[in-house]
């Protein structure tokens, strides 16, 4: 049973939406929801094409690491209907698109650095004729052996971007000083978007000697500048747009890219309209993933089992060129304490180059991978000592006095301990545990566990520049208005709650409000829709919008009726003033026709924020959002299978805009994290070939694997920074959650030792993952005691 439902939503506070007032708070339906459901919502795959269109597909390498010596494309260039086969050499511009840092070619110029690297595009008159073409062209390759396993890259140093440390006080003293140490590692699973909606892209020439591109992006600006630096044009020469996506969850912030830039490239040489669109299995096969990891601890601690100092080795496998990954490894860098306060601590970030694929932001854009290592520790002090892992997480909590992270921002609010007193009552967790160890001793094969995850996420671009947002508004005579913001829509409802912000901000019903697609000749220069900001961000910009053209109409209003300005109202679509009032919309009207402007640009950036990279020290987040969760599994300990029977998930959205839609986020993340570390499994053959393409080979989570009990509550958490309605981000941070299932597993597993021993377990913790570790904990268990009463872990 739900803890959720649509028209009876509990916010934070306990009170229903009959008691709200104004659009914030109220569980306003997403916008496009009735379309969703119905089947009505366009997705650009959807659209007509223009007359005469044409279809472009990728020849990809059937090596991972090489060189090119021979092109043969005589059979393809026979099939009627083929247009043109571009090359590298037919880009004009730039033909690398790396988006920080170079290293991400368009097409292939000589070498290849993974299997399946975009080498030509066919362009012929259907997609079903280009794929044809695409299959026939023959490519001859002088191979090299790839380097594919990250300890090969690690051993020869071989990094797409320099490594990078945090140090904070002395670790080497710290850890030779500790009462208890101990030592570690985890082998961390990517993991595959899987979007139901594909990568997709259409460029088109416009009248006016420029291109319009149509296409499936969280970063829209990002595509118009790479589409015209490799045609060599002004960014001006193109103008990109995007209606809605059909998820993305960051695969698409610059990994749509490539596609948009080759439909433009054809659309150049042909000067007709270029669609492409990738199958699925291709897909899976030529974009990135969330990186892998492979990390190494050694933590100290008391008697007590608070940690005194913390060594700790974080490791991507980048794939084979940088994209992302040097602020997705800092991310990790800055997630791997969590929730805990370190006095000393030393955190070193590798980005590992190898010959695959290369990987890119992924919900959480490294943090999760950063974080299950605190986790991890955590767990572990409390089997090392025998105590309970949610007391050991309690005793590490930061807390005034202990508040200086690795990075050394200070971390101002202080709401877990008391969230997570809130939800050990209301999860009952004393009492459960006390029974899962009763039924457990019972049980010789079916074993519970039960696990404890919490979340401290911090909020902001580490990348500075990109904190910031522009929107456009644009009031209409009769008083409706329509606000266009550079955010994206990719079905999480940031549309909704722009327009609940606009009209909260303006005094009126949200059914005023108009949004349609994101386009940059609107918003300029807008930050893609990542890191959790999409809210913060443009939410901000268009109130900023809404506070410049509310006080032209209280100046006009104050002027025009002879009443004092702060005498001036705007609330339930009436303006109110001290000699009477009228509705917003006559008061449009009025303005109108007194030649009163009713446009305006909103604009915003984060305050605050800033990190020296030098000095590896600053305050590269505005805020944390704070979440715990509590998971029960069973696992069959003859055969690995596991199901999460209940999750109990207590989090911190501050001042929620939109209830529905923030807990509809906190339960798909939540899913979505557990998938990653359960199911999810990314397998490369020997040739670098990914194996896993599709449903078949790839298992996301389905709805019987979500836990029977699901029950999600918003916690009471005002946020002290001035955010927008001082609300907080609730995209990437609820994906943590699912570290909860994983220590549940490692729970149940260390139930066979009574809690005193809990073998490795690498992610995904797949049934064969689980089995192994138990058969490790039954050896454990057979092992005879050391002189010293112990046994050899």
Known sequence: MRHFELDQTKTKSGSDNSEKTGAIGQSIHHESAIKHVCGNANYLDDNPVPTNCLYGYPVVSSIASGSITDIDVSAAQQLPGIIRILSHQDIPGKKDIGPVFPGDTLLAIDQIEYHSQPILLVVATSYELARKAASLIEISYSETTPVLDIHQAIENKSWVRPPHSLNKGDTDTALANSAHTLDGELHIGGQEHFYLEGQVALAQPNQDGGMWVQTSTQHPTEVQHLVAKVLNQPFNYATVETRRMGGAFGGKETQAAPWACLAALACYHTNKAVKIRLSRSDDFTLTGKRHPFFNTYQVGFNELGQVKGVNMKINGNCGYSPDLSDAIVDRAMFHADNAYFYPHAKITGNRCKTNTV??????????????????????????????DPLEIRKLNLYKPGRDITPYHQKVEQHVLLEMIEKIERSA??????????????????????LGVSTVKFGISFTVQHLNQAGALLNIYSDGSLHINHGGTEMGQGLNTKIAQIVAQGMGIDVKHVGITATRTDKVPNTSPTAASSGTDLNGMAALNAVKTIKQRLIDFAASHFSVAADSIQFENDLVTHEKGSLSFADLVGLAYLNRISLSTTGYYATPKIHYNRDTAQGHPFFYYANGVAISEVEIDTLTGENAVIRTDILHDVGNSINPALDIGQIEGAFIQGMGWLTTEDLQWNEQGKLTSFGPATYKIPAIGDTPSTLNVELFNSENPE???????????PPFMHGISVWCALRNAIASINDEQFCPNLNTPATPERVLNAVNEAKCWQQQPLTPSGEKNA
Do not use: C, W
Request: no cysteine.
């Open 358 to 387: 290369s990987h890119t932001a992924f919900r959480g854009f490294g943090g999760p991978q950063g974080l299950i290592m605190a986790e991890l520790m955590m767990d572990n002090i409390a089997y090392h000592l025998g105590k």
């Open 428 to 449: 009952d967790y004393h009492q459960r545990k006390a029974a899962i160890k009763a039924f457990n001793q019972q049980s010789p094969i079916i074993k519970k566990g």
């Open 722 to 732: 001035t955010t927008v309605f001082r609300s907080k981000a609730v995209g990437e």
